[in-house]
């Protein structure tokens, strides 16, 4: 029961530890599809708002609508041209729910995801 008493803390912390790593990776991940989408779909030439769109419609995050926000599409919906890459840039907040986590890191932990691809 001591060697449990003692350990137990410890295990927890960790386990904790893996699920909001988990949590934080997971969301890492969409970001990053939904960039390469919003990429995707602009090189085949398709406008500002239909590029937001669709980064909002294949990023199915929680609050999506306020934290999930498109930082960078270069270049300008008028200066694109065949040949040349444009560029999508995704941010999206996570909140961290452990209370031991969230006064040691940032809170919201801010990912940050980039795509580039050459239009068609």
């Not at 003692?6 to 890492?28: A, D, K, N, S, W």
């Not at 961290?96 to 986590?101: D, I, K, S």
């Amino acid at each position: 029961m001591v060697e449990l008493a003692l350990i137990l803390p410890i295990i927890i912390v960790i386990l904790f530890g893996i699920l909001e790593f988990g949590r934080v990776f997971h969301c890492y991940i969409i970001i990053t599809h939904a960039a390469r989408e919003g990429a995707r779909i602009g090189a085949v030439g398709k406008t500002d708002s239909e590029i937001i769109a669709r980064i909002r419609e294949s990023a199915p995050l929680p609050q999506a609508d306020t934290k999930l926000q498109v930082t960078k599409l270069e270049p300008t919906q008028s200066a694109r041209t065949s040949g040349i890459p444009l560029t999508v840039e995704v941010t999206y907040d996570v909140d961290l729910v452990t209370p031991l986590f969230s006064d040691i890191l940032p809170n919201p932990v801010t990912l940050r995801a980039e795509s580039t691809m050459r239009l068609e």
